[in-house]
């Protein structure tokens, strides 16, 4: 079969066309994959909930909020939480530049150093007194522990324990769902529940 011999122009005329069709290619697809990330990206399942004057947003299954120019994350809200009692007067300067002990280490650590992490000095597991591991250091009640207590610590086992807060000296006891109460201690730290 034989092919018809083009002339320069109509080469030329041949290779615009197709760079105009090229191009209203590259931008219809550069205009609906912005209006596909734009209607599609959007977090629509984000919650925003509002707490004291303290705004709180849905962050990878975490609730985000600003206090003091810096950002904070917590498992529950404030609302779900300001019924755990919690006891005592709190500051977030007793910690700051300080080492903080924990006794009775479980997951709610990790909820506590979220927000403490940055502003103690270091942190580690404690005993309070009567220690029989050697590893661990026996502390007292004149430095910063915090304490988890279980049923297990209880005198019945069959008592159950109450979701709490409360401080005796610089120890901090928290009881019952550890997680829950360390948010609840944490928010009246920050000044968040008053």
């Known amino acids: 079969m034989l092919t018809k011999i083009k002339t320069k122009t109509e080469l030329e005329k041949q290779r615009k066309k197709n760079n105009i069709v090229l191009g209203v290619i590259l931008i219809s697809l550069m205009l609906?994959?912005?209006?596909?990330?734009?209607?599609?990206?959007?977090?629509?399942n984000t919650s925003k909930k509002k707490y004291n004057n303290f705004n709180f947003i849905e962050s990878n299954g975490l609730w985000a909020t600003e206090v003091g120019n810096r950002v904070f994350y917590f498992t529950y809200l404030p609302q779900e939480v300001d019924n755990i009692s919690i006891k005592?007067?709190?500051?977030?300067?007793?910690?700051?530049?300080?080492?903080i002990y924990f006794i009775n280490t479980n997951e709610a650590i990790g909820?506590?150093?979220?927000?403490?992490?940055?502003?103690v000095?270091?942190?580690q597991e404690?005993?309070?007194?009567?220690?029989?591991?050697?590893?661990?250091?026996?502390?007292?009640c004149e430095d910063n522990l915090i304490i988890f207590k279980d049923s297990q610590?209880?005198?019945?086992s069959s008592q159950e324990i109450a979701t709490e807060v409360y401080k005796d000296k610089n120890c901090i006891y928290i009881t019952g769902?550890?997680?829950k109460a360390s948010d609840a201690f944490l928010y009246k730290l920050?000044?968040?529940i008053k």
């Open 126 to 140: 404690a005993c309070l007194e009567n220690c029989t591991n050697e590893n661990i250091p026996q502390k007292t």
């Open 88 to 99: 005592g007067t709190y500051n977030l300067q007793d910690y700051s530049e300080k080492p």
């Open 111 to 119: 909820e506590i150093l979220r927000t403490l992490g940055d502003y």
């Open 121 to 123: 000095l270091r942190y």
């Open 190 to 192: 920050l000044g968040i």
């Open 153 to 156: 610590d209880l005198s019945s």
């Open 177 to 179: 769902d550890f997680i």
């Open 32 to 44: 609906f994959s912005s209006l596909g990330y734009a209607f599609f990206s959007g977090d629509s």
